[in-house]
């Protein structure tokens, strides 16, 4: 199972089809009545279609692969919001209990990230050892990082071990910053006549000027969101 997924793995008319059939007509009952007045039993019924019911069959039916069980959670999330949405005032007494348990899932989910975060860190002493010995054999900063993160981030278990994407991305933005501000310490590399060849990829060419680009990027792209968050919350800027 995996957490990522590209849109070609979604069955596209299913998901549609389990959208349309659990959601009109609990729009209607909720929204235009077209029953009758409705109660509390009713909004229980239509709260149980849109948390429970609905986010179980797009995870089942609506991808052609099995997909992580953290897709679920958040399917289950954005039911939470759609209910709260359709329901009325009226029928909302059970409402508050899906609130509180799926608020208390999400809490879960976010405990155990943090434990695998501060796994990661507890690792770091190891990583730098990894990349030292990497940086012996690989001449580049990004090719050695890489190759200290799958040695230092292997485990026995899979769920644990796919997290590697994750920061091989982290390694890239990292590469990033090093080519930009630091490469120019590092010497280029001797190899003696007759035993190959050697180049280097980011010094005297575009690749330096492509990675500060980025950063620069990334910096303006950084100061434009604090200043639109700026303009609405003091405080969230």
Known sequence: MTASFS???????????????????NYLVMQVQLVGP???????????DLIVILPLLLYFFGFKK??????????????????????PQQADGYLSYFNHSVIMLEALVIIIELVLLIAV???????IENYKIAKETRYHFLSS?????????????????????????LATDIAAIYYSLFSWRKKALVIPEGQGRA???????????????????????????HVMV???SHTLA
């Not at 008319?13 to 659990?22: D, E, V």
């Not at 099995?66 to 329901?87: D, H, K, T, Y």
């Not at 860190?121 to 990583?127: D, E, N, S, T």
């Open 7 to 25: 849109l070609n793995e979604i069955a596209w008319k299913r998901m549609l089809f389990f959208l349309f059939l659990i959601i009109l007509p």
């Open 199 to 225: 180049f280097s990829f980011h010094k005297d060419g575009s690749y330096l000027g492509v990675f500060i680009l980025l950063v620069h990027a990334m910096t303006i792209e950084i100061i434009a969101v």
């Open 38 to 48: 409705i109660d509390d039993y009713v909004g229980l019924g239509t709260a149980l």
């Open 121 to 127: 860190f507890k690792r770091l002493p190891l990583l």
């Open 145 to 169: 990082f890489t190759h200290a993160i799958q040695q230092t981030f292997s485990f026995k278990i899979n769920h644990i071990t796919k997290f590697q994407s994750i920061l091989r991305v």
């Open 230 to 232: 700026a303009m609405y």
């Open 66 to 87: 099995r997909v992580s069980r953290v897709i679920l959670v958040g399917f289950m999330f954005w039911g939470l919001l759609l209910a709260n949405w359709i329901i």
